[in-house]
């Protein structure tokens, strides 16, 4: 399974577009990147998946390019609520594996 | 539309008991797994249930089992508990034939004492 990598910490403030990183060198071909928001004390909630170039949903935008070893995860305007630790995975048939996550911290 | 029910969301637990936490599925999904996450640290996959047989699992010793039922709902039972067993336990839903990812339930919190 893919092994990813993403900053441990990001700092923004209200109203900016955050755009996060993500490394995964060893992506397999049937491997779909999907990113997850986690609160504390609760379950990690699904923000986004693609499997190459460009997705966007009404919260987020998901960078792919076309060697697919990295993504990135681009939060437009991001607000207070927000913050909260963000998680790259790669994998395939429902086998996914987390990181260690970057925590987003938005100031006012 | 129901989404992944875990019960129970607290728990508390001596050193060397024993513990059942339970999960139902969102509708529709088959495939269920379950992760363990410290406090500060990532989700960590202990096993995956599918077609009621454990079909992948993580590192974890074998005080931890599992099983999943026919309706797909599954439990996770941990044997001779340790302190380092507390922690947040997740479950996770999805369909075998999709690649959309999991839906987490809000996970029962784990303590050991």
């Known amino acids: 399974l893919a092994k990813t990598t993403q900053p441990i910490s990001m700092d923004s403030y209200e109203g900016q577009e955050v755009n996060i990183t993500c490394s995964h060198n060893?992506?397999?071909?049937?491997?779909?990147i999907t990113w997850y928001q986690q609160f504390p004390s609760q379950g990690p909630r699904f923000i986004i998946q693609g499997y190459k170039t460009k997705v966007t949903n009404e919260v987020a935008s998901l960078f792919i390019p076309a060697d697919r070893k990295s993504s990135t995860l681009s939060l437009p305007r991001v607000s207070l609520s927000d913050t909260a630790v963000y998680y790259c995975l790669v994998g395939s048939r429902a086998k996914f594996y987390f990181g260690s996550g970057t925590k987003l911290n938005v100031k006012p | 539309d129901a989404g992944v029910t875990q019960s129970p969301t607290h728990l508390i637990k001596t050193r060397g008991q024993q513990v059942t936490l339970r999960c139902s599925p969102k509708?529709?999904?088959?495939?269920v797994s379950w992760y363990q996450q410290a406090l500060g640290q990532g989700p960590q996959f202990i096993f995956q249930?599918?077609?009621?047989?454990?079909?992948q699992r993580g590192n974890f010793p074998d005080r931890f089992s599992g099983h999943q039922f026919p309706n797909y709902s599954s439990e996770l039972n941990v044997n001779a508990l340790l302190l380092g067993d507390s922690a947040l336990y997740l479950c996770?839903?999805?369909?075998?034939?999709?690649?959309?990812?999991?839906?987490f339930g809000s996970g029962t919190r784990l303590t050991v004492v």
């Open positions: 509708s529709g999904h088959d495939t």
């Open positions: 249930y599918y077609e009621e047989e454990e079909r």
């Open positions: 996770a839903s999805s369909s075998n034939r999709a690649n959309y990812g999991y839906t």
């Open positions: 060893n992506i397999a071909t049937n491997d779909y």
